[in-house]
């Protein structure tokens, strides 16, 4: 169960208190950025033991973060699966949406300098990874 305990501005905090395993995804209002928490409940009394965080999974990466224009991506996804990735702009824009079970290629070409975002999705979880293009 997720409670809103504070909002500090554009800062939504929030208090859960799972009795089991669960995984959490949290979004921004646009769904651009996402973290996934893995929250694992090992209970001894009312003592919760163990908390995983998998925001630092490296279930995909993006290299390298900083290009130039017209530079390509490498985007590797650790999946068996088929997963998705959606590539998008700063203001929630969906530049190029694709499917892949590896390793797939972005070529920069036609994007103006800016921070863009990589939302990686494989199932339940959900990861966003963000690079810079520059002139």
Same mark, same amino acid.
């Not at 959490?24 to 033991?49: F, H, M, N, P, R």
């Given at each position: 169960? &997720? &409670? ?5 501005? !554009? ?6 208190? *799972?009795?089991? /395993?669960?995984? @959490?995804?949290?979004?921004?209002? $646009? ?5 996934? @928490? ?8 009312? %003592?919760?033991? $163990? ?12 290299? *390298?973060?900083?290009? $130039?224009?017209? %530079?390509?991506? #490498?985007?590797? &996804?650790?999946?068996? !699966? ?10 929630? #824009?969906?530049? +190029? !949406?694709? #499917?892949?079970? /590896?390793?797939? @290629?972005? /070529?920069?070409?036609?994007?103006? *300098? ?9 199932? $339940?979880?959900? %990861?966003?990874? +963000?690079?810079?293009?520059? !002139?």
């Amino acid at each position: 169960m &997720a &409670a809103i305990s504070k909002q500090l501005g !554009q800062i939504l905090l929030l208090t859960v208190s *799972p009795t089991s /395993n669960t995984t @959490y995804t949290v979004t921004d209002g $646009k769904s651009c950025l996402a973290d996934t @928490y893995d929250v694992v409940v090992e209970i001894t009394g009312t %003592q919760v033991k $163990k908390i995983m965080d998998l925001k630092n999974d490296n279930s995909f990466s993006i290299v *390298p973060t900083l290009v $130039k224009e017209g %530079q390509s991506l #490498r985007i590797h &996804a650790k999946t068996v !699966q088929g997963s998705t990735l959606i590539i998008s702009d700063v203001s929630g #824009r969906i530049i +190029k !949406q694709i #499917r892949t079970t /590896n390793t797939s @290629y972005f /070529n920069t070409g036609g994007l103006k *300098p800016g921070l863009f975002f990589v939302k990686w999705m494989d199932g $339940k979880k959900i %990861q966003t990874k +963000k690079f810079v293009v520059i !002139q």
